[in-house]
């Protein structure tokens, strides 16, 4: 072997070495109403940098659990609500605005899409269907939650809340039920069933998410690059794709 190659060899093992070093797995405690586009994110920061990001929670109850224990993880996504009490078990500054996630109905593909564009009408159409499915509160559902409350109203008598497994859009697939309501990002990820339209304003049923890195991050340089990525400018089409809207300024 050549003394030229030889030099290029050490040289490739080094540059590789080096990028080895560098590179880090962090750990993103996030429920599954952010999957869609936070996954699109990180395997393209992936694709970028080498770093691999592990998602861990997958409902705000797991999440909100995770964080109060101290369980090893690098950034936490959920509703904006709860970081006043994650405080904490933050870094310092590292909180950073994702955006809000309205509700929605949701139907088998090719189901009939009613007119639920009204207050009135969204009213008129649950109780004509006489039923309508929601992710499990008991699971840790906050949208699941949210939506059985909300079917609590004198306005909903007679209505059945019907929890179910797992995702809204997923089980009205598999016909748990004839229509679903709960977050619009969950809607969009699933197979065989689509988003009738979304919930009138009227109800108020929206969750603002927002991410921070933990103090317990073990690579919260990286962590925090990672934030920087996802909420970019160049990254808004990813979040919009993917359900969320920009949250109204107060």
């Not at 078990?89 to 605005?97: C, D, H």
């Not at 564009?117 to 992710?135: D, I, M, N, R």
């Not at 559902?141 to 809204?168: D, H, N, Y």
Request: hydrophobic content about 45%; proline content about 6%.
């Amino acid at each position: 072997m050549g003394e030229a190659v030889r030099l290029n060899l050490a040289a490739a093992f080094v540059m590789l070495s080096s990028m080895t070093a560098q590179a880090a797995d962090i750990t993103v405690y996030a429920p599954n109403i952010v999957a869609g586009p936070l996954r699109k994110l990180a395997e393209s920061w992936t694709a970028e940098t080498g770093n691999k990001v592990t998602f861990a929670g997958f409902n705000v109850g797991r999440v909100r659990t995770a964080v109060e224990k101290n369980d090893p993880g690098d950034i936490v996504v959920a509703p904006t609500g709860n970081f006043a009490e994650f405080a904490p078990k933050l870094a310092q500054g590292s909180e950073r605005p994702l955006g809000r996630i309205p509700f929605g109905v949701v139907v088998k593909t090719g189901g009939t899409h009613p007119d639920i564009s009204s207050h009135e009408k969204f009213v008129a159409f649950v109780k004509k269907t006489g039923v309508l499915a929601h992710a499990d509160p008991k699971t840790g559902s906050l949208t699941g939650a949210m939506v059985e409350e909300m079917l609590k109203r004198s306005e909903f008598a007679g209505v059945e809340a019907r929890p179910i497994k797992g995702m809204i859009g997923d089980a009205i697939a598999r016909g748990d039920a004839p229509y679903g309501g709960g977050a619009i990002t969950e809607i969009l990820m699933a197979k065989d069933a689509e988003l009738v339209a979304p919930f009138p304003d009227s109800l108020g049923l929206h969750v603002d998410v927002s991410a921070a890195v933990l103090k317990v991050s073990a690579a919260p340089s990286d962590a925090e690059a990672f934030l920087r990525y996802a909420t970019r400018p160049q990254a808004a089409s990813v979040w919009k794709e993917g359900g969320f809207i920009e949250t109204p300024k107060k």
